[in-house]
């Protein structure tokens, strides 16, 4: 590992470190945004095992997500939102193993909006 992306690295790690819950969640869905993007790119480029493995990387925050919900609420939202990133979750899989852009743009899209979504709310607060 050369030093700067060890200073990278421990920048980040400071971020996670000292960041609110409601930061937590915009940082993960910023990052699995960034990292369907990047598998989009790797596979216009032929790289195959860095989509994969970036979109691995994106299955893994959505599964994050999907289990950072508080379910106690007494709301139809958290049951939504489980549904909506289990949903999310299985389009990546298919993204991956088919190579499907089509998967991995719904995907961006739909947690664009959910990042969008959430930034507003995290204002309102």
Known sequence: MYQGQAMQENYLKTQVMSASPNKLIEMLLE?????IRVAKLALETGKL???GENLLKAQDIVMELR????EEIESPIPQELIQLYEYMYQRLVIANVDRDTKAMDEVQKLLTELL???????EVK
């Open 49 to 51: 095992a860095q989509m």
């Open 31 to 35: 990052g699995a945004i960034k990292k």
């Open 116 to 122: 969008d979504a959430w930034k507003q709310i995290s």
């Open 67 to 70: 289990y950072s919900i508080n």
